[in-house]
């Protein structure tokens, strides 16, 4: 089963790394491509941000302390919502159990997520 969901993971790395940063119009260049391990993303010539596809209009640094943490994380996200608060941001890069407190694709993506 360990074998499976590595070779699975894998897949999924190489079809991430394979699918890159698109451009729409000629005009519009990826102008830096940052991998951090969790999301290959790209910064694009007109200041928007793109991952998976799709194009964001932000690139937020969230940091704070989740509760019974010893120290602080930052949590990077791009976003297409002007502000994500900490809380929210916590909860939806995969520590709550609720569906209800996850993004969808194109409101948000986590793309690194580090502790200070």
């Known amino acids: 089963m360990q074998k499976l969901l590595s070779v699975v993971l ?12 698109q451009t729409k119009s ?6 830096n491509t940052i991998d951090t391990g969790v999301q290959t993303y790209c910064e694009m010539s007109d200041g928007t941000w793109q991952c998976d596809g799709r194009s964001y209009q932000y ?9 019974q943490a010893a ?17 929210q941001a916590w909860k939806a890069a995969g520590f709550s159990s609720s569906s209800d407190d996850y ?8 793309v690194e997520w580090r502790t200070e």
């Not at 930052?74 to 502000?83: A, C, D, I, M, P």
């Open 26 to 31: 000629p005009e519009v260049s990826v102008k």
């Open 71 to 87: 120290v602080d994380s930052t949590f990077v996200y791009l976003s297409n919502l002007e502000e994500i608060p900490f809380e």
């Open 103 to 110: 993004f969808s694709p194109e409101d948000a993506v986590l």
């Open 59 to 67: 690139r937020l640094e969230i940091s704070g302390r989740t509760p």
């Open 10 to 21: 894998l897949i999924l790395l190489i079809i991430a790394t394979l699918t890159g940063c």
